[in-house]
């Protein structure tokens, strides 16, 4: 495989990776003017409701894939992943495209600090850990994970940030806590509230273009659903950011799963010039959100 699957467990482990040798400028160049990422909770660990649940690895990477470069994705943000799919992901969008691929991933753990496992696929073989994941195209890319604030009852969450030099761009992704009673439960959010705190704080870094994906589990401000204090919570991110899908000033947009929107994906004021939610999607309890945004 010409990329490099990470697997990040360390609180920071930035990765540089040099251009493979024998490939052309052009196939590892990403557009100079554009870049276009795809967000998705794929749901594929444990969560039985779902069609990708327990689905094998060769399938997983095939329909997030294909979705992916539906659009053009050169960054995929994805959530409820699992770590034992992370190389045939990579492998699949290297043949696929002709360009490199490089994918962070970081495995979910458990209150006692072990893995916080995918259930087997189909055929009984294991997945690895429930995990979130950043797939980048092109070369030259670092990656860092940072710890996030979490109930100790429950598993511990993080973002993963990749940085691109060459483009000046910083993409971090993340799944933050849910809101049930076996997660973030009290009353006014706080774990998920300290999240978006500290997300909001390392997605910035002085001379780079910040792009942040994921499933939030929190509505928008101006949505009227969802608790209050998940709006309150997120609202931050809007004065910092362009938000894929908001309209006419209000801070709200297109539902991504069950009817509320929960995945989210936030850009440089102005930068958004297109933006898209794949309702068709069946697959998982999330429909995949893309955004196109200018350099």
């Not at 870049?35 to 444990?46: D, E, H, I, Q, R």
């Not at 992370?86 to 495995?107: D, F």
């Not at 797939?135 to 993080?158: C, M, Q, T």
């Not at 936030?266 to 068709?280: D, I, N, Q």
Request: charged share 20%; aromatic share 8%.
């Amino acid at each position: 495989m010409v990329g490099h699957v990470l697997l990040l467990l360390a609180s920071m482990l930035p990765v540089p990776q040099a251009a493979p040798s024998g490939m052309s400028p052009s196939a590892t160049t990403l557009s100079a003017t554009t870049l276009s990422a795809m967000t998705w909770n794929v749901c594929t660990g444990t969560n039985s409701n779902c069609r990708l649940y327990r689905a094998g690895a060769v399938e997983l990477a095939g329909h997030i894939g294909e979705q992916a470069l539906a659009r053009r994705a050169e960054v995929i943000f994805l959530q409820e992943f699992c770590t034992g799919a992370t190389g045939t992901l990579e492998l699949w969008l290297e043949r696929r495209t002709g360009k490199r691929w490089t994918i962070g991933s970081w495995g979910l753990t458990g209150q006692d600090g072990a893995p916080y496992a995918c259930h087997p696929d189909l055929l009984g073989r294991p997945r690895g850990a429930q995990s979130i994941a950043v797939a980048v195209a092109g070369d030259a890319v670092a990656f860092e994970i940072h710890p996030l604030p979490a109930p100790p009852w429950y598993v511990r969450r993080a973002a993963i940030c990749a940085d691109l030099p060459a483009r000046k761009i910083r993409a971090c992704g993340t799944h933050l806590s849910s809101g049930s009673a076996y997660d973030d439960r009290q009353p006014g959010a706080p774990y998920r509230t300290k999240q978006l705190e500290r997300l909001l704080e390392i997605s910035a870094k002085p001379g780079y273009r910040s792009l942040v994906g994921g499933d939030l589990n929190v509505s928008p401000p101006d949505s009227g659903y969802g608790s209050a204090a998940g709006r309150r919570a997120v609202a931050p991110f809007y004065r910092a950011y362009q938000e894929c899908d908001q309209r006419d000033g209000r801070r709200t947009g297109r539902w991504t799963r069950e009817g509320k929107k929960l995945d989210y994906l936030f850009a440089p004021k102005g930068s958004v010039r297109r933006c898209h939610v794949e309702r068709g999607v069946t697959l998982s309890d999330h429909k995949p959100a893309h955004i196109e945004v200018t350099l």
